[in-house]
């Protein structure tokens, strides 16, 4: 599910990276309230797990390959905060010092698979795990979990892939970077991922769990956290549902003028190829999502900022809210 | 071979990987020279203006500056050109390929395969498919050379330390640092635990041994991290460790820095400036 | 075997005192009323099967883990999680006592071995170039000097060990605790080691090593303490005693006796888990 660099234009990936920002902010913090205790090891040792698990590839159909990530039994351990913390400090480690994955699109690869993944997989487990007690009910909780916070992961991945040819084609229409459309990525990553790489993150999730049912039951936050999770759910859901919303639309709605501009900012930095006869093909090129038409410039750029602040405010407020019912939870 | 042996030789591979690139990172080529805040500035330059181009030429261009730059970090071309070109067409290759047919990107057929008119059935490579696939294979290729590079040439303690100077959030640090040494220990507890495994068994493992295996890796792994989490931490503070990391400053930007930079935006306008005018 | 005890001035209060003291582990008891007190100078060893608590006791020396009952003293202070709050207590105190754990994997987490050796100094806030100057005489001592720039986690056992032992050198503790320091060493390394604990002590240094291994004991200590299955003392005196008496030893697990069948026949020793026994 990495996406390596290449795969997308600077602009998604530059999006995603300030999406990133604030939830990686908040994680630190609360890793930070954690210094006085053991716990910096043992956050960098379930990344290095992480980075690990990522590492086991199963064959997926179709010659490619897939892999379990192991950010929701992070979150389920040491909650969705430092969950996140860790498969991000693995995908760090895998850009930056193994050269695996993108540098450009780490941002995409920590939302998709540490943040998106971290929330909704320790939102979803408490849900679950709130119904029964039994120890076997919070497993098969925690491999529900997992499987369905890896595949929407790989739906994101999908969409993030898939808005890259209706966004980004030069000027003879040809596609950029990725170039097959949402009707392909989505099938494509998604076969594979709600089978084998689905199976391999639940079981993962769910076997460390049991493990740790059995031998070290102290690292498990105690029931009663864990009990009154129903009015959680509900909040969690529309906050994943906002999150995937977000994506697409923070690139969607101004990415037509934010493509141009940064060509037109590239023609500025001396870096696109532009032809002789541009002018003439701004008024011939008009597909749906790409309006090449410089006079709407300045505003489509102003409504980018909005768009892009609105984004913001939506996510502060997003991470505001669910810091809030953590917090009440914990009295 | 089944996929469990060839994950254990992805890990093997990993770590031999991780010990041969340190024996380049210590040679006395160009980039080693480089202060590792330098050579982190000009590849990202490189590295944005790779990804922002439009241009394929652009594109190529850039990378063969990148042989010429592993050339002169005494950097075997071989290696260097292998290690990218022998992976890339498996994963994005095989991505690519597709797009070059008209039923995924429609244009000027340059070369038609089917061509049945009574059924409308017409398969073709075209110009805009061949460019399509041609842009995604040379910038995924470009952007992962100049990773290699970058990590080839540099031990990754002053990487981080890099990063640590360029104000990257302290707490990462700390975790990446810690996080990366652990990796080894627990690649070497999985390796010496399958081989030890594979040593006791005959012939090929069934689905069930598989899949035996795979959790009771996990489980080892876990308890190991468990144990060692805790040790570690102790040996740090016993050590004089208050949750704050010191490293030793041996940075220092030289000239060779400064024309790096510059040679760098250089290399990119000047190239721009060849492939406008074609 | 001289035993120097002479230089032990037993008329200056002790360096460390332990008091009653209890600690628990996920809710097992991993030592109970434990009472002993250390001087400056003795050479001790903390004999005792595993899972006896010898580890949690040299931990709780190092305050690495804290008493839940009872106290501790370390140089005439109570030590507890409150007394690191302390930038500067702290400091003084992790400078005066050095921890060599039985796992070298554990004690290396640094990217090359200079690092690995500089840790200590550098976190302990000595001036730039009194932490060069110590990090390279302890290199010169444990002559890692040739490994500076490997990972010290790719390194040999017996190297690994050296550079452990280095990393503590290189703040000069008064103080040594050495957790099993012979297990997984090769014969050569393990007889440098007892030479180096020798030295050390012959220094004044003060040090504790906890060990199951029988045959190093002699070398190495001038006092033994016998720590039981329950976690309690349950012996403290000079190593011939201690070694001579195989009922102690036996009923601690320290020596088992161990039968089974050579060629049909069935065959009785003692058994003590080494091989070599070094005098």
């Not at chain 1, 698979?113 to 009910?137: D, H, P, Q, S």
């Not at chain 1, 864990?226 to 509900?234: E, H, I, L, M, Y």
């Not at chain 3, 007190?37 to 931990?59: D, M, P, R, W």
């Amino acid at each position: 599910m990495h996406i390596p660099d290449g795969y997308l234009s600077p602009t998604t990936s530059f999006t995603l990276y300030t999406v990133c920002t604030p939830f990686l902010m908040k994680a630190s913090r609360e890793a930070k309230k954690k210094l006085d205790s053991k716990t910096i090891p043992l956050i960098s040792l379930f990344s290095a797990l992480s980075f690990l698990i990522m590492m086991f590839n199963v064959p997926l159909p179709g010659g490619t390959t897939g892999h379990a990530v192991g950010t929701v039994i992070s979150s389920i351990i040491l909650g969705p905060w430092i969950g996140m913390l860790t498969t991000t400090v693995a995908l760090i480690i895998q850009a930056l010092f193994f050269g695996d994955g993108g540098i450009l699109t780490l941002g995409a690869n920590i939302f998709n698979m540490a943040i998106v993944m971290a929330l909704a997989g320790y939102a979803i487990f408490r849900f679950l795990a709130g119904w029964k007690k039994e120890t076997g009910w919070k497993i098969v909780s925690a491999a529900v979990a997992g499987y369905i916070a890896i595949n929407l992961a790989a739906l994101l991945a999908a969409v993030e892939l898939g808005i890259q040819p209706i966004i980004f084609r030069s000027i003879t229409g040809q596609p950029l970077y990725f170039p097959y459309g949402l009707t392909v990525s989505i099938p494509a990553m998604m076969l594979g991922h709600l089978t084998l790489a689905g199976l391999a993150e639940a079981f993962v999730t769910g076997l460390t769990l049991s493990w740790i049912y059995r031998t070290n039951p102290s690292l498990i936050t105690p029931d009663k956290k864990v009990a009154k999770s129903g009015r959680f759910f509900p909040l969690a859901i529309v906050i994943i549902f906002l999150l995937i919303l977000l994506t697409p639309l923070g690139l969607l709605t101004p990415g037509t003028a934010w493509g141009e501009w940064s060509r037109q900012q590239l023609s500025e930095l001396g870096l696109g190829y532009i032809p002789a006869g541009f002018d003439r093909w701004t008024g011939l090129w008009s597909a749906p999502f790409s309006g090449y038409n410089f006079s709407v410039l300045g505003n489509s750029f102003l409504g980018y900022l909005f768009s892009g602040f609105l984004g913001v405010f939506i996510v502060v407020s997003v991470v505001y809210l669910l810091f809030k019912v953590f917090k009440l939870k914990n009295k | 071979m089944s996929f469990i042996e060839k994950n254990l030789e992805n890990i093997t591979g990993a770590i031999q990987n991780s010990v041969f690139s340190e024996t380049i990172a210590k040679k006395d080529g160009f980039l080693q020279r480089l202060d590792p805040r330098t050579k982190i500035v000009c590849f990202i330059l490189f590295l944005l203006a790779v990804n922002l181009s439009v241009n394929l030429y652009f594109i190529i261009s850039v990378y063969i500056f990148l042989l010429i730059f592993a050339g002169i970090s005494k950097i075997s071309l071989k290696f260097f050109i292998t290690r990218v070109w022998l992976f890339l067409p498996f994963f994005t290759g095989i991505i690519a390929l597709p797009a070059i047919f008209n039923f995924f990107t429609p244009g000027k057929p340059l070369l038609t395969l089917i061509n049945n008119p009574q059924q409308h059935f017409f398969i073709a490579v075209t110009q805009n498919g061949l460019l399509t696939a041609l842009f995604l294979l040379t910038r995924v290729a470009t952007s992962v050379s100049l990773g290699i590079l970058l990590v080839l040439t540099t031990p990754w303690i002053r990487l981080l330390k890099a990063l640590d100077r360029l104000h990257a959030p302290q707490i990462l640090i700390i975790m990446t640092m810690m996080t990366y040494r652990y990796i080894f220990v627990l690649l070497e507890t999985v390796n010496s635990m399958f081989l030890a495994r594979k040593s006791r068994m005959v012939g090929r493992f069934t689905q069930w041994e598989n899949r035996h295996l795979v959790s009771s890796a996990l489980g080892t792994l876990f308890g190991k991290t468990q144990v060692l989490s805790e040790e570690i931490y102790q040996a740090m503070l016993s050590r004089g460790y208050r949750n704050k990391i010191y490293i030793l400053s041996d940075f220092s930007l030289t000239i060779l820095d400064f024309w790096s930079i510059v040679a760098t935006t250089a290399i990119i306008f000047g190239l721009f400036l060849i492939w406008r005018t074609q | 075997m001289i035993h120097n005890n002479s230089k032990i001035n037993k008329k200056n209060p002790p360096i460390l005192e332990f008091d009653k003291v209890g600690y628990k582990y996920q809710n097992f008891a991993a030592l109970s009323d434990i009472t002993f007190s250390v001087h400056e100078g003795e050479k001790i060893v903390l004999l005792g099967a595993n899972g006896s608590g010898k580890s949690t006791l040299l931990k709780i020396i190092d305050g690495l883990v804290f008493a839940d009952k009872g106290t501790y003293k370390a140089f005439g202070e109570i030590i507890n999680q409150k007394y690191f709050d302390i930038e500067k207590k702290s400091y003084d105190f992790r400078s005066k006592i050095g921890f060599v754990f039985q796992d070298s994997d554990v004690q290396l987490f640094s990217s090359t071995v200079f690092d690995e050796v500089v840790f200590a100094p550098l976190h302990m806030g000595f001036d730039k170039n009194e932490i060069l100057q110590k990090t390279k005489s302890a290199m010169q001592m444990m002559g890692i000097e040739h490994l500076s720039k490997r990972a010290p986690y790719r390194l040999s056992g017996g190297e690994k060990k050296r550079v452990a032992i280095a990393s503590v050198l290189s703040y000069s503790p008064a103080v040594w605790l050495f957790d099993e320091p012979t297990s997984g060493l090769d014969p050569r390394s393990q007889s440098r080691l007892i030479d180096f604990i020798f030295e050390l002590n012959s220094m004044n240094n003060t040090v504790i090593t906890a060990t199951h291994n029988l045959s190093i004991v002699q070398d190495i200590a001038d006092r033994v303490i016998v720590l039981s299955e329950n976690h309690k003392i349950v012996a403290d005196d000079i190593p011939e005693k201690i070694l001579s008496d195989s009922d102690l030893l036996k009923k601690y697990n320290l020596i088992h006796e161990h039968i089974h069948r050579h060629r049909g026949k069935t065959h009785e020793h003692i058994h003590t888990h080494h091989l070599i026994h070094k005098h």
